[in-house]
Every structure is written in C-alpha cells, then in structure tokens.
C-alpha cells in the first residue's frame, strides 16, 4: 500500500492531481483497475493516507544534529515540490487541502517546540529562550516567507536562501555550548 502511496505522490507532484486519473495511476503500476480500487475509493482517499516522515530522526542525536537532519529532509522536499501539486488540491479538494495545512502545521509546531526542549535540556540552546514564543514565530517566519509576496517564488525555494533562514535560526538559539557545536558542523549544511 506504502508503495502505491509513494507512486501517487509522485505522480501528483509532477503533473497535479486534476490531471493524473485512477487509469494513470493503474497504468504506472502495472496493475489493474479493480486492483487500485481495492485499496482506494477514489482519488480523495490517496490524500487521507499519512506518511510519517518522523521516523527518519533518531534520537540519539542531539537537538544541533536533529535540525540538521530536519534540514536535509526540508532541502528534499524542497527540490521535490511542484507548485501545481499544491494548486490542484487547494483548488479541487479545498475540504482536504484544509485539513492537511491544519496537520502539517500542528506537526511543524511540535517537532519544532519538542526540538527546542531538548536543546534546553542539552545546554545546546540558550536556557532563557520561550520555546512557546520562539515554536510560532519560526512558523510565522516559514509561512510568512512563501505568502508574503516579498521573495520570489524561485528565492522561496532556494537552497541558498533556506541555508540563510536556516542558519538564522539557529544562530538566534544556540547556546555558547552549541554555537561551537553549530559552528563546527555548519558545512554539513553546505553541502546538501
């Protein structure tokens, strides 16, 4: 099932989901109709299956570490999203493009603020932060770069300009501790 998942996603992305039919889908499987259907109802159903992406973070690493791990996967995401994926689902299934920016941005705000407790707790990060404060304004800031108008549509998906935001962040919560840390690894993040 994962993996038709995967095939659809895939297939959204690159050509939007008002254009991509159940025939499609069947065909780039290799599968039958009646096969595809036995999984999904329609193609609303593709949109209510969750991928969880945070199995990829271990925690065994520290706070430093894990946002860098969740850079690499924003830097994919990134490279991979396709505008008319985002513009065929919130024009054609707006209750389901809904729901989704709702669970995409409950999940942003917690990683983000479970992130920045740990970060507390390993000294990484400065002790005096509001991590309640510093949670929304790092989602405000994300949201606020794609709608703004202000950058480009190419700026906003740049890797070059996601490394400044990126270390702009960082930057404003590390801890002497974990500036060293930070600054020690920071070509890691260059090199994605």
């Not at 991509?20 to 109802?41: C, G, N, P, R």
């Not at 609303?44 to 969740?70: C, G």
């Not at 999940?107 to 920045?116: E, P, Q, T, V």
């Amino acid at each position: 099932m994962l993996v038709i998942v995967k095939k659809v996603k895939a297939l959204y992305t690159e050509y939007g989901i008002k254009s991509v039919t159940m025939d499609d889908v069947a065909h780039e499987l290799s599968i039958s109709k009646k096969t595809l259907y036995q999984h999904f109802a329609d193609k609303k159903d593709y949109r209510k299956r969750q991928i969880d992406f945070s199995s990829i973070l271990n925690n065994k690493v520290n706070a430093i570490e894990e946002l860098f791990l969740y850079y690499k996967l924003q830097i994919r995401i990134i490279r991979d999203h396709k505008s008319s994926f985002d513009y065929d689902l919130k024009k054609y299934y707006p209750d389901i493009f809904n729901h989704f920016h709702v669970i995409k941005r409950e999940r942003i705000l917690d990683s983000i603020r479970k992130n920045l407790i740990k970060g507390k707790k390993e000294g990484l990060f400065r002790p005096d932060l509001n991590e309640d404060v510093i949670t929304r304004l790092n989602l405000m800031r994300i949201e606020g770069i794609i709608h703004s108008g202000i950058f480009t549509t190419e700026e906003t998906v740049s890797p070059d300009m996601f490394l400044e935001v990126y270390k702009y962040h960082m930057y404003g919560i590390v801890s002497e501790k974990g500036r060293k840390i930070l600054e020690n690894n920071l070509n890691k993040l260059n090199r994605v």
